[in-house]
């Protein structure tokens, strides 16, 4: 682990307008328009939030942002980070119920929200006893007026001269709750930045002259570290995706080199390159992917979830780099990035700001950026700790000599048999994830023995013309069971109908396994 400088929030904004000014941050269609805001224009609308934010209130507030990704959901939540207060964002599509429970139990005072969550703030207001204001980022108007009446030469200016304390915490992240009660992580801003301050593997990606597309929404860690704070000190142009019905047209726009991504959308935008290549069947890859992506697309970086290799294979086929990446928000966010040496079954090297040990199979972490702990919650906080301080990922796998990581499963998933096998139930998964008739699967226990319930991928059933669809999964199961130990059988493939169920971070919500002996 290597010691790190970490600037606060305000000097990498600082820094950032003071090297790029005028050059071009942001960029994001409105309207039907492209609109760009330079590096220096972002610094002074955020200084000015920043101030707005202070007039309504001189004590410290809790912040609930629920909006998809905008140009003043960047300003409102640089804003409140470099204002002493706490951000707390959420994915818009959180109900009422929920937003009145998370926002009580996290003592939020502000709630600001994107247009289509009007009627929801306004029963939130009414319902949720700490929640003094609501207010509307998504009238771009109001916050011209912001940006104007709290700018540099206002009576206001002063209220932008704080210095925030580093190491306390700036904002909290709920956990998306895949099991038990979701969890409010808290992070400094030395957690936030300190974790951008890796050194990079690939030094010809992140570049001022490149373009990073923002498709992933800012409410999750990954995504505003990774596009925005990392892309503000690498110097990087960050386009603004808006919703993911519009990412076809936002690649063709902005004509990106790097984009961050979760395997399910990288899967979905592979189709259409594949369907390019039948409507057109004189394309190469290449030259389909180019339609699809643009013509500067390079790198793809995968984070969430697992990141199947034969993916990885066809993208190389297409001249695009896609590999992936692993973090947790409890460190801060990454804990190892790929390169193009890695393994493609590997999650990337562990970054210099992080050191990793492997403890009875788990990925245990060391970092300055870990997270304070979760909000009043101290014996959960507690329990992710090991003695000597270490961060428990919960997650299994191993680690090479020259810090490559690979994952194997989750310690929390392990199914215990009655005569003490551990078997993880992910490792059988990617065997039935490398079928294509295979669109999503779950291994879990019942009655001590392991079964595969699987949803199959009906566009592969139709085009294939396959009609007994058990069948085939049957004997794919009985060739896996081939080259597997006795207790790591198949004994029964169960067909549904449905997706399952998922977290706001796309992961499969799995079922509690059965245990023989309890």
């Known amino acids: 682990m290597t010691e790190k400088y970490v600037p606060t929030v305000r000097e990498l904004l600082d820094d950032?307008?003071?090297?790029?000014?005028?050059?071009?941050f942001i960029e994001f269609m409105r309207g039907g328009k492209l609109e760009e805001r330079s590096y220096a224009a972002t610094r002074l609308n955020a200084l000015a939030v920043c101030r707005w934010i202070r007039s309504i209130s001189a004590e410290r507030m809790h912040i609930a942002l629920v909006?998809?990704?905008?140009?003043?959901?960047?300003?409102?939540?640089?804003?409140?980070?470099?204002?002493?207060?706490?951000?707390?964002?959420?994915?818009p599509d959180l109900s009422v119920f929920e937003a009145v429970n998370l926002f009580d139990r996290a003592d939020v005072d502000l709630l600001l929200y994107e247009n289509a969550y009007e009627?929801?703030?306004?029963?939130?207001?009414?319902?949720?006893?700490?929640?003094?204001?609501?207010?509307?980022?998504?009238?771009?108007?109001?916050?011209?007026a912001i940006y104007r009446d709290y700018g540099e030469n206002s009576p206001c200016a002063a209220l932008s001269d704080i210095r925030v304390d580093p190491e306390a915490c700036a904002a909290m992240i709920y956990t998306s709750g895949t099991t038990g009660v979701r969890k409010a992580?808290?992070?400094s801003t030395r957690a936030l930045v300190g974790n951008i301050m890796y050194t990079d593997y690939c030094?010809?990606?992140?570049?001022?002259?490149?373009?990073?597309?923002?498709?992933?929404p800012m409410y999750h860690i990954y995504c505003f570290t990774g596009d925005y704070l990392k892309n503000m000190k690498d110097g990087l142009t960050v386009a603004l995706n808006g919703n993911m019905h519009s990412?076809?047209?936002?690649?063709?726009?902005?004509?990106?080199?790097?984009m961050r991504v979760v395997p399910l959308i990288a899967q979905t935008l592979l189709k259409?390159?594949?369907?390019?290549?039948?409507?057109?069947?004189?394309?190469?890859?290449?030259?389909?992917?180019?339609?699809?992506?643009?013509?500067?697309?390079?790198?793809?970086?995968?984070?969430?979830?697992?990141?199947?290799?034969?993916?990885?294979?066809?993208?190389?086929?297409?001249?695009?780099?896609?590999?992936?990446?692993?973090?947790?928000t409890e460190a801060g966010c990454r804990i190892s990035v790929p390169d193009e040496g890695v393994s493609m079954a590997s999650v990337g090297r562990v970054i210099d700001v992080c050191d990793v040990r492997i403890e009875n199979g788990e990925i245990q972490v060391l970092t300055p950026t870990r997270m304070l702990g979760y909000y009043k919650m101290p014996e959960e906080t507690a329990a992710m700790f090991t003695e000597d301080g270490w961060l428990k990922t919960g997650d299994i796998g191993t680690l090479t000599e020259d810090r490559e990581l690979f994952i194997t499963g989750r310690v929390k998933n392990l199914i215990i048999l009655s005569n003490g096998e551990n078997v993880s139930p992910e490792a059988i998964e990617k065997k039935f994830q490398q079928l294509d008739i295979v669109e999503e699967v779950m291994v879990y226990a019942r009655s001590d023995r392991l079964v595969a319930e699987v949803f199959p991928n009906a566009a592969y059933i139709r085009d294939n013309c396959i009609e007994d669809v058990k069948s085939v999964l049957d004997k794919a199961?009985?060739?896996?069971?081939?080259?597997?130990?006795?207790?790591h059988y198949i004994t029964k493939v169960i067909l549904r109908a449905t997706p399952f169920e998922r977290t706001e971070s796309g992961k499969i919500k799995r079922k509690a396994p059965e245990f023989a002996v309890q």
């Open 119 to 144: 009627a929801r703030a306004a029963q939130i207001l009414k319902s949720c006893k700490t929640v003094k204001q609501a207010v509307n980022i998504g009238d771009a108007a109001y916050f011209e």
């Open 203 to 216: 030094t010809d990606i992140f570049t001022e002259e490149s373009v990073a597309l923002s498709v992933l």
């Open 67 to 91: 909006s998809d990704t905008s140009y003043e959901y960047i300003t409102c939540l640089t804003g409140i980070l470099i204002s002493g207060n706490v951000a707390i964002p959420f994915s």
């Open 16 to 24: 950032a307008a003071a090297k790029h000014g005028d050059k071009t």
């Open 477 to 487: 199961a009985e060739e896996m069971n081939l080259k597997a130990k006795p207790s």
């Open 272 to 328: 259409v390159v594949k369907s390019a290549m039948l409507r057109d069947k004189s394309l190469t890859p290449p030259e389909a992917a180019q339609k699809v992506f643009g013509r500067n697309l390079r790198w793809m970086i995968s984070g969430g979830a697992y990141l199947d290799p034969a993916l990885v294979r066809e993208y190389d086929a297409l001249g695009i780099m896609l590999r992936q990446g692993y973090g947790m």
């Open 185 to 187: 992580v808290m992070l």
């Open 247 to 258: 990412v076809l047209n936002s690649l063709s726009v902005f004509q990106p080199r790097v």
